[in-house]
Nanobody
Framework: VQLQASGGGLVQPGGSLRLSCAAS????????IGWFRQAPGKERERVSC????????YYAASAKGRFTVSRDNAKNTVYLQIHSLKLEDTAIYYCASQRVSEDDFGVVKVVCGGSFESWGQGTLVTVSS
């Protein structure tokens, strides 16, 4: 599957933003889609994951409360809504996919902690006043 992240931009602190991750290719398969971010000078950080089949989600501790991941399978798109943006949310946000078995359920947390096979190009979010 090929992924295209979009929706980044310049936002003031306290604002909101919705990022999109559009998938193309073998979208009929069972995937976990993950959102990651990499701030300047820092390592890439896991943010959230969603199972596109059953909608189950996982959030990193740092993402709980202000981040919401969702999917629209009719549009083959996964979203990451971010509220109350902070300066430290400035980063390039990436989405990635990992195939799982059609019979796998309840695996989003485990898969989210592992490696992902396909990555989008990233979208830059800058939080600044």
């Amino acid at each position: 599957v090929q992924l295209q992240a979009s929706g980044g931009g310049l936002v003031q602190p306290g604002g909101s933003l919705r990022l999109s991750c559009a998938a193309s290719g073998s979208t009929f398969q069972h995937y976990i889609i993950g959102w990651f971010r990499q701030a300047p000078g820092k390592e890439r950080e896991r943010v959230s994951c969603i199972d596109i089949k059953d909608g189950s989600t996982y959030y990193a501790a740092s993402a709980k409360g202000r981040f919401t991941v969702s999917r629209d399978n009719a549009k083959n798109t996964v979203y990451l809504q971010i509220h109350s943006l902070k300066l430290e949310d400035t980063a390039i946000y990436y989405c990635a996919s990992q195939r799982v078995s059609e019979d796998d359920f309840g695996v989003v947390k485990v898969v989210c902690g592992g490696s992902f096979e396909s990555w989008g190009q990233g979208t830059l979010v800058t939080v600044s006043s």
